[in-house]
């Protein structure tokens, strides 16, 4: 099993939909959690970081669950320009730095 | 406040010959990482390093591949005796020494080996 898991996709959706990512990891010990999306042939960017009781930046909340161990990104009203591949990051180590990226989940948002 | 700095953006060798992959981080970050990507694939995290050491390089090949974050300067990461194998985008990252901070990434070189 690997240590962060996250929904297969690709998801396909239309635009103004709502989306959410789910996102499990292995590590109790893990301190701190990210999403990050990628675009084709681009570096990942830093989408936000998730915090306990969750976060909300625009369209876009984030929620965390740490006695399930799961990691949650929705994203409202979805625009073209969300299509992207979206990674749940875990860092495990809260002396050092130590990240682990998930496989990521690859969205389509449709005309 | 610049970014990750990545040289060269594009990178083509012929096999055989040594890549060397240049980062600069952040300005205030002291953690540097490199990964790979190959077309359609995830990240794979090859090393971590801090100024001098390197912390963790279970992700990177036992051979033909080092890497150095020296006291002043970029952090390399060479590649000797390229093979067509080694064609793919590598990314750096950076992070500053307090924890539960994110990284952020350069832009990545784009290596081919012909």
């Known amino acids: 099993r690997k240590e962060v898991e996250q929904d297969p996709g690709p998801f396909n959706v239309p635009e103004g939909a709502t989306v959410a990512f789910n996102c499990t990891y292995s590590n109790s010990a893990s301190q701190s959690f990210f999403w990050y999306r990628q675009d084709c042939r681009k570096e990942p960017k830093l989408l936000m970081s998730v915090y306990s009781s969750g976060n909300e930046d625009g369209r876009f909340t984030a929620q965390l669950n740490r006695a399930s161990q799961y990691i949650s990104l929705l994203i409202r009203d979805s625009k073209l320009s969300d299509s992207a591949t979206y990674l749940c990051v875990v860092n495990r180590d809260n002396y050092g730095q130590n990240f682990v990226f998930g496989p990521g989940t690859r969205l389509s948002v449709l005309p | 406040n610049a970014g990750v700095m990545q040289n060269p953006r594009h990178l083509v060798r012929r096999r055989g010959q040594e890549a060397r992959l240049r980062c600069s981080p952040m300005k205030g970050h002291s953690h540097v990482y490199w990964y790979r990507q190959l077309p359609e694939e995830g990240l794979k995290f090859m090393v971590y390093?801090?100024?001098?050491?390197?912390?963790?390089e279970s992700g990177m090949p036992k051979e033909r591949f080092s890497a150095e974050f020296p006291k002043e300067g970029p952090s390399i990461l060479r590649i000797q005796q390229v093979v067509r194998g080694d064609s793919a985008a590598y990314f750096c990252a950076s992070s500053p020494p307090a924890s539960n901070q994110p990284q952020h990434f350069g832009d990545g070189t784009r290596l081919s080996i012909l």
């Open positions: 390093l801090q100024k001098e050491n390197i912390i963790d």
